[in-house]
């Protein structure tokens, strides 16, 4: 049992290394960034966020919880990041790149790419295609991308063919792990991803 206050999903703690190498002066880009959970590790960790996230009300409970050291803006991440391109050296991804159809992935994907400076990094968590408990129904038949509709939302799941195809193009892939957390009530099973731009 955690201590009363401690993460449940501690899974930055092991990356915050990485993370501080890249980043060197530059704010870390945090897409979909919700309440600022992992905002506030980084802040914690002596690093700058720059978040983006779709909900005012999570973007205002993300400015309280990180009262300093982030910036946080209310606007979906396809639109415009507000940091310009080739200057960032990290940008994380947790749990946000799931909701869109696969040309526009691939697009956000260019444009990550295009946001971080030769040799900075992306930490992401992908939706696995054996995450039951949270809408995915197994590995997809040939040809299908595993974008389903969950509680009236749409959600892409991914084996590792598919994080691999995601990031075929200009990335050097640091790590990709298979991992279940305790973050929700159920179990969820994600792909853990690093990569490299080139």
């Known amino acids: ?49 720059v978040g983006i996230e779709l909900s005012a009300e999570s973007v205002a409970a993300a400015r309280t919880r ?19 391109d080739g200057s960032g050296g990290v940008v994380l991804a947790s749990l946000s790149l799931h909701y869109f159809a696969w040309d526009e992935t691939l697009a956000l994907a260019r444009r990550i790419h295009r946001v971080l400076r030769p040799g900075g990094v992306l930490l992401c968590r992908l939706n696995s295609v054996n995450d039951f408990h949270h809408g995915a129904n197994g590995p997809a038949p040939e040809g299908d991308d595993s974008f389903y509709m969950v ?44 990569l490299e731009r080139l």
């Open 1 to 49: 049992m955690p201590a009363p206050g401690a993460s449940t999903d501690p899974w930055l703690d092991r990356w915050l290394g990485l993370v501080a190498e890249h980043a060197g002066t530059a704010p870390v880009l945090e897409l979909g960034c919700g309440t600022g959970r992992d905002s506030a590790v980084l802040v914690n960790a002596g690093l700058r966020v």
């Open 66 to 84: 990180v009262s300093h050291g982030g910036e946080f803006h209310c606007r979906d991440f396809r639109e415009p990041f507000p940091v310009a």
């Open 151 to 194: 509680d009236g939302m749409p959600k892409r799941f991914f084996d590792r063919a598919a994080v691999q195809r995601l990031f075929a193009d200009g990335w050097r892939m640091l790590h990709l792990e298979e991992r279940t957390v305790q973050r929700y009530e159920q179990p969820k099973v994600l792909w853990e991803a690093v």
